[in-house]
């Protein structure tokens, strides 16, 4: 099966310059979703590693997916976090239509961050061409 593979790299000083910016709550309403925001709280506030992490997983999505130069609403693409740990992409709106459309069938996500920086990798398996498996996005 084919499939297709994003990466990004964000710098954690650059996701807390922009939460400390006079338009922090504005940006964390763009770019995250309430369960994201939520996921990234901790004793000591909102954690600029774990909001620059899902920030290359929605950068990196976006790579995955045919968007061309259609700007697309970040928070289409939410990362969710199980209980046990591990991490998957949820997609909704016009980024399900585009998966949906290019013939996703599953996507893969991997975050790591420490020393300040944050990657993230995606990996879409996109549906051969005469299959017509199941897509779920």
Not at 12 to 37: F, K, N, P
Not at 54 to 75: H, I, N, S
């Given at each position: 099966?084919?499939?297709?593979?994003?990466?990004?790299?964000?710098?954690?000083d650059a996701?807390?310059?922009?939460l400390?910016?006079?338009?922090?709550e504005?940006?964390?309403?763009?770019v995250?979703t309430?369960r994201?925001i939520?996921?990234?709280?901790?004793?000591?506030g909102?954690?600029?590693?774990?909001?620059?992490a899902?920030?290359?997983?929605k950068?990196?999505?976006?790579k995955?997916l045919?968007?061309?130069?259609?700007?697309?609403?970040?928070?289409?693409i939410?990362?969710?976090?199980?209980?046990?740990?591990?991490?998957?992409?949820?997609l909704?709106?016009?980024?399900?239509?585009?998966?949906?459309?290019?013939?996703?069938?599953?996507?893969s996500l991997?975050l790591?961050?420490?020393?300040?920086?944050?990657?993230?990798?995606?990996?879409?398996?996109?549906?051969?061409?005469?299959?017509?498996g199941p897509?779920?996005?």
């Amino acid at each position: 099966m084919p499939i297709r593979v994003g990466i990004d790299l964000v710098a954690a000083d650059a996701v807390q310059e922009s939460l400390r910016a006079a338009h922090g709550e504005r940006y964390l309403e763009r770019v995250y979703t309430d369960r994201e925001i939520d996921d990234c709280r901790t004793a000591a506030g909102i954690d600029p590693e774990r909001l620059a992490a899902r920030f290359a997983a929605k950068e990196a999505t976006l790579k995955v997916l045919p968007a061309g130069d259609e700007g697309l609403a970040l928070t289409a693409i939410e990362v969710r976090r199980e209980p046990s740990g591990r991490v998957n992409v949820q997609l909704s709106g016009r980024a399900a239509e585009l998966a949906t459309d290019a013939g996703v069938v599953e996507l893969s996500l991997s975050l790591t961050h420490e020393a300040g920086l944050a990657a993230a990798v995606v990996v879409a398996e996109i549906r051969a061409a005469g299959d017509a498996g199941p897509q779920a996005v």
